[in-house]
């Protein structure tokens, strides 16, 4: 609607001046062309266990698209968003970049969810020279010269987030995700962090998507076992099955730590309450700044007042300017071009400033802890005053013993 708006005062004016200025003016009006618009690609899961978590994010990108717009777009063009359906499916994510990319010929790609899609499409992007924005926080262990990480790094959520954990719910740990290659390295990871502060991890279990028989078990044995913590790497709406389940138990009282939940996921359960969730976060709906209220003003009034903000919603939003502001320095929206060109790029973000890192390609973030409210939203307990730089590869192991950990998952989830 702002872009035909836009349009119809343009052509107006240049009727008007047709009027003024005669015969020649006219002419000039009957070949004005409005400018064509610059496509790009956003690839999320509209279907399937992961839709809950990355729909929100096609209407992160809506929001940043529409305000660009009404400023003027991109170098003087609109931005035309073409959106695909990765169905929850990692082979359906890498058919549709390919499409995106070589069919409807869009400048960049803003995408994906799980570590396992993102790794399917890593080498669409990389053998076209191609441009990915990624706005979900992960297990790192990678590094692209084909994507712009703006979700955080192991050091700027797992790490500190296990740290608070041990620190202030108790070192009997219970690990349980889904199964696939985010959990099994974060797992790795707090593993290595629970065993470095004297803890104990007492059982950890991956559950396949939709699997209730595995989560029947997982749910048993922690009420057997008794953690003092349940650090959850769960990703879609299985954790509501989880959550459900553990809700019906004498279990329900054991703390959480989710790294996969956040208040977009938490408002469409407001059934569901713990006395004691936490999650690890750099950005929460709650802070109290005016850049994020009239962030989050502003998500409401497109999408409804219902409707809630998050950590991957705000990396998503970012995401798009930090590559509108590339494109719009260097002039031309050719990805290898602008691929350099955001590598120096920072962004006012309702969180803090967001730098992009040039020697990681990903992205400066806060570190903050929260616990659930009633409403769906997280209570601040602690944040970094700073944001961090980011660490893809944690500094207590070298690049070649990580590489290593990566080779020994991949064998686990053959």
Request: hydrophobic share 40%; with cysteine; net charge neutral.
């Amino acid at each position: 609607m702002i872009l035909l708006t836009s349009r119809v005062k343009t052509l107006a004016i240049f009727a008007g001046l047709a009027l003024l200025v005669g015969t020649a003016g006219w002419a000039f009006f009957q070949s004005y062309k409005p400018p064509q618009p610059i496509r790009i690609g956003v690839l999320h899961s509209l279907t399937g266990t992961l839709a809950v978590s990355e729909r929100p994010l096609v209407d992160a990108v809506q929001m940043a698209v529409t305000e660009i717009n009404a400023r003027g777009g991109v170098l003087g063009r609109p931005l035309e968003m073409v959106v695909a359906d990765g169905q929850s499916d990692p082979a359906v994510f890498a058919r549709e970049a390919e499409r995106l990319i070589t069919q409807e010929k869009v400048s960049v790609l803003f995408g994906c969810w799980t570590s396992a899609s993102r790794k399917t499409v890593k080498p669409v992007v990389e053998t076209h020279r191609h441009l990915l924005f990624y706005p979900v926080q992960y297990e790192g262990l990678e590094q692209s010269p084909n994507i712009i990480y703006t979700g955080s790094a192991p050091n700027q959520q797992i790490i500190p987030g296990t740290h608070w954990a041990l620190e202030n719910l108790g070192k009997r740990v219970y690990l349980l995700g889904s199964d696939y290659v985010f959990p099994r390295t974060a797992n790795r990871i707090i593993r290595d962090i629970v065993q470095a502060a004297g803890g104990q991890v007492l059982g950890e279990r991956y559950l396949p998507f939709d699997s209730s028989i595995d989560l029947a078990t997982g749910v048993a044995e922690i009420r057997r076992l008794k953690p003092d913590v349940i650090i959850n790497t769960i990703n879609g709406d299985n954790n509501f099955d989880f959550f459900q389940a553990l809700q019906t138990t004498e279990a329900k009282n054991i703390p959480i730590l989710s790294f996969s939940v956040s208040e977009s996921e938490l408002t469409n359960h407001p059934e569901l309450s713990f006395n004691a969730h936490y999650a690890a976060w750099s950005y929460f709906q709650s802070i109290a700044t005016a850049n994020n209220r009239r962030f989050v003003a502003d998500f409401k009034r497109l999408f409804g007042e219902h409707r809630a903000t998050s950590d991957t919603i705000e990396a998503a939003y970012v995401g798009v300017y930090l590559w509108a502001q590339a494109a719009q320095d260097i002039g031309i929206v050719d990805p290898e071009r602008v691929n350099n060109a955001v590598l120096l790029q920072s962004f006012d973000a309702p969180s803090s400033i967001i730098s992009v890192d040039r020697a990681t390609r990903h992205t400066w973030k806060r570190v903050r802890i929260g616990k659930t409210e009633p409403d769906g939203q997280f209570k601040e307990l602690q944040a970094s005053p700073y944001p961090l730089r980011p660490e893809p590869f944690p500094s207590y192991r070298s690049y070649a013993e990580w590489q290593q950990v990566v080779g020994e998952i991949s064998e686990e989830l053959k």
